[in-house]
């Protein structure tokens, strides 16, 4: 009998050990619903530039863009910038920016102006952050944007770009990159050679032919 008994509370402890598990989770669940049911905003932050690129000594515009994707307003939005990158300098305005509400469905921006120094090659911007209260309750919510990348050139490597999208066209799309130019020109150069080598040795043949010619000429005036 004991044993039997010792056999029915150990069924029972596991089945409360397995039963446990299965509440907590639909527990969570349940928890995860209400959440995702909860009328609350969401911010959705993008970092982007005005200029195509960052050209040594000339300005170029960062532009942050919030747009509330959410089911209510996002109240009390506070945006953070960070650091600008090495080689670049803050021209005008700043990377901080607060907006009192961002209705649902709707976008708030904000800009400032940074000039290219010393900087040159890829660049990263990194993300900016972002705090807003999401729901009714004042809950605070936490966000960051995309990063920006731009790449930073000299005024002659702009000239270079141009010259080599002027080229790309005028080439019929057959020369896209400086080495396509740089060989091309080398293979003309062989060639005005080759060329002007033909042409030396034809002169100077055709030189001697004369020679040899007014020769033969001086001497059947002599036998005559």
């Known amino acids: 009998m004991a044993q039997w008994k010792a056999i029915l509370l150990f069924g029972l402890v596991l089945s409360a050990a397995c039963l446990r598990p ?21 911010l959705i932050v993008r970092k982007w530039f005005k200029e195509e690129r960052a050209v040594q000594g000339r300005n170029l515009t960062v532009h942050l863009e919030l747009y509330n994707a959410g089911s209510t307003t996002a109240n009390s939005v506070e945006l953070v910038d960070a ?13 901080r920016a607060s907006f009192a509400k961002v209705a ?19 660049a990263t911007f990194e993300p900016a952050k972002v705090t807003y ?36 066209y005028a080439s019929l799309g057959m020369m896209r990159t400086s080495r396509d130019w740089f060989t091309a020109f080398a293979v003309l150069a062989v060639l005005g050679a080759a060329l002007g080598g ?21 001497e059947l005036e002599k036998d005559a």
Do not use: C, M, W
């Not at 527990?27 to 995702?36: G, H, I, N, V």
């Not at 650091?83 to 990377?95: K, M, Q, R, T, Y």
């Not at 100077?204 to 020679?211: C, G, H, L, P």
């Open 22 to 42: 299965a509440a907590a989770e639909e527990a969570e669940d349940a928890d995860d619903e209400d959440y995702a049911e909860a009328e609350r905003a969401h």
């Open 83 to 95: 650091d600008i990158p090495e080689g670049f300098e803050l021209v005008e305005g700043s990377g």
């Open 198 to 218: 033909n042409s030396a040795y034809k002169g100077v043949s055709t030189a001697r032919t004369n020679q040899r010619r007014k020769k033969a000429l001086a």
């Open 104 to 122: 649902v469905g709707s976008s708030a921006a904000h800009s400032y102006v940074v000039k290219v120094a010393a900087a040159e090659g890829f």
């Open 133 to 168: 209260k999401a729901d009714a309750d004042g809950e605070e919510q936490t966000t960051v944007s995309t990063p920006a990348y731009v790449e930073a050139i000299t005024a002659v490597q702009e000239l270079q770009h141009y010259a080599l999208i002027g080229g790309k």
